[in-house]
């Protein structure tokens, strides 16, 4: 059982650039959901899943794109880099969508650094 | 809206000592409140919750409890040791369509031997 995996770990890109993070969770998950964490600023919801063939922005979504077509994959787009983009992106997942009670399981994180 | 506000960093302090770390929110409805840590180089994990006003959430020697009365979710530990240096995320969620996490914006916590 391996949770919730990121790759890459990191990741260097010039602007402009596209590139894709992936995420993937083995614990049927329905509810996935892409964080970008930043110094100062805690960590900011980008866009979330409810389960497959369903996403919804979060706060911060402008310049992500993400598809839900398995339970187990959540990839993170972007489509062209920039700057601003820079930080560390974490993967979550969660066993009930709607309850506010549940624990969210994290990925190790991938660090990007645009150029 | 719905924020969190957590003690400013980093946090000092030596082995054995008293740690708190505050955490207050603010938000609309009965939110479940959440500590998170994130120990170096790894993604974050859960430390411990509470659901509902007045409950105690503990795991670890780390202990908090909702207090709905002063909107507040302080994080105390009676003894740190050296390995609970960290970073620590107070949480809370809310339920807009989904699930969202609402963090803090993290405490460094750093302790000497």
């Known amino acids: 059982n391996a949770g919730v995996t990121q790759t890459p770990k990191f990741q260097v890109l010039k602007t402009g650039q596209s590139m894709t993070l992936q995420c993937a969770q083995d614990?049927?998950?329905?509810?996935m959901s892409w964080y970008r964490q930043d110094p100062g600023m805690g960590l900011r919801l980008i866009h979330y899943?409810?389960?497959?063939?369903?996403?919804d922005q979060g706060e911060v979504p402008n310049g992500y794109n993400v598809s839900r077509s398995t339970t187990e994959d959540f990839p993170l787009r972007l489509l062209s880099a920039a700057p601003s983009q820079t930080s560390v992106y974490f993967c979550?997942?969660?066993?009930?969508?709607?309850?506010?009670?549940?624990?969210?399981?994290f990925g190790p994180g991938t660090r990007l650094l645009v150029l | 809206g719905n924020s969190v506000t957590q003690m400013e960093g980093p946090v000092t302090l030596s082995e054995e000592a008293f740690l708190t770390i505050n955490c207050t929110y603010t938000?609309?409805?009965?939110?479940?409140l959440f500590w998170y840590v994130q120990y170096p180089g790894e993604g974050l994990q859960l430390l411990l919750k509470a659901t509902k006003a007045d409950d105690k959430g503990s795991n670890k020697g780390f202990e908090a409890t909702y207090r709905k009365e002063t909107t507040s979710f302080h994080l105390e530990k009676g003894s740190v040791q050296v390995s609970d240096s960290a970073v620590y995320f107070c949480a809370l969620t809310i339920i807009q369509g989904a699930q969202k996490l609402v963090f803090g914006q993290g405490t460094r916590l750093t302790i000497n031997p």
């Open positions: 899943s409810v389960g497959a063939g369903i996403t």
């Open positions: 614990m049927n998950h329905e509810y």
């Open positions: 938000a609309t409805g009965y939110p479940s």
């Open positions: 979550a997942s969660s066993p009930d969508l709607a309850g506010a009670q549940e624990t969210q399981y």
